[in-house]
């Protein structure tokens, strides 16, 4: 077990020591919870629907399959999976319980009430066995873990040989004068939406530093490589605001 003990990390801009981190994530996303896909809609316009549309096109998901989607939070990617594969098991794993709160309150969880499971759950320290999934998933959610290369470490331990993960996260933009007008955007109107909807700017002034502070596509493609994950790729949504990477458990 490697000790972390001494390191820190990034929560924003701020520097903080790692074993802090998990809390002050979960202080957020606890006091967004019941807003937060008003927020996603707000804050991307609602391209956060095409950009999960074109996850789900890419993945490709097949009758049967068993997901598991981290830090899933109130289950847009799970039940997305479940209508296009028509048959199947979702397991929805979140640090934040308030997230899977609500997530269990909307139409189409009682609707897959029996292909859904609820789990409260670290990405980095998965509670499952090895070799349990056939696909996984994690959306706007690996910029908030401590250390995301142990969370990729553990998708390729739970995932069965021949099982496909799939990142959805923000990203940066390859032209430096639309990242600036972008970034301008990003934190002048974001946390003041936060404030509007939500009543919290603080949670939204986070949100934009995390995905400042997230590695680009060509560092977080080498970080999937180095998992262990084969037919590593990636592809760029709305000029790389967001970015999805594909690798397979060969």
Do not use: C
């Not at 039940?79 to 308030?98: C, I, M, N, Y």
């Not at 998965?126 to 995301?148: A, C, H, M, W």
Request: no cysteine; hydrophobic share 40%; aromatic share 10%.
């Amino acid at each position: 077990m490697t000790d972390h003990s001494d390191k820190t990390t990034h929560f924003g801009f701020e520097t903080l020591p790692e074993g802090e981190k998990a809390g002050r994530v979960q202080g957020v996303f606890s006091s967004v919870a019941g807003k937060y896909d008003v927020m996603n809609d707000v804050m991307s316009g609602g391209v956060h629907r095409l950009w999960k549309d074109a996850m789900m096109d890419w993945l490709a998901p097949r009758a049967g399959q068993k997901l598991l989607d981290v830090a899933g939070g109130t289950g847009d990617i799970s039940f997305r999976f479940l209508k296009r594969a028509g048959s199947g098991h979702a397991t929805v794993l979140d640090l934040t319980e308030p997230m899977l709160i609500e997530g269990r309150k909307r139409a189409e969880a009682e609707q897959m009430h029996d292909s859904l499971d609820w789990v409260v759950g670290d990405a980095m320290s998965l509670p499952f066995e090895d070799n349990s999934f056939d696909v996984y998933t994690i959306s706007f959610g690996i910029r908030n873990v401590t250390r995301p290369q142990e969370a990729l470490n553990e998708a390729y331990r739970v995932l069965r040989p021949g099982g496909r993960l799939m990142v959805l996260e923000f990203s940066q933009l390859p032209n430096p004068m639309m990242q600036k007008a972008y970034d301008l955007y990003s934190f002048n109107v974001i946390p003041r939406l936060g404030q509007m909807i939500a009543n919290d700017r603080d949670s939204y002034q986070y949100l934009v530093e995390s995905i400042r502070n997230f590695p680009n596509q060509e560092m977080f493609l080498q970080m999937v490589k180095d998992a262990g994950f084969g037919n590593a790729k990636y592809r760029n949504l709305t000029m790389g605001i967001a970015a999805l990477h594909s690798g397979w458990k060969l």
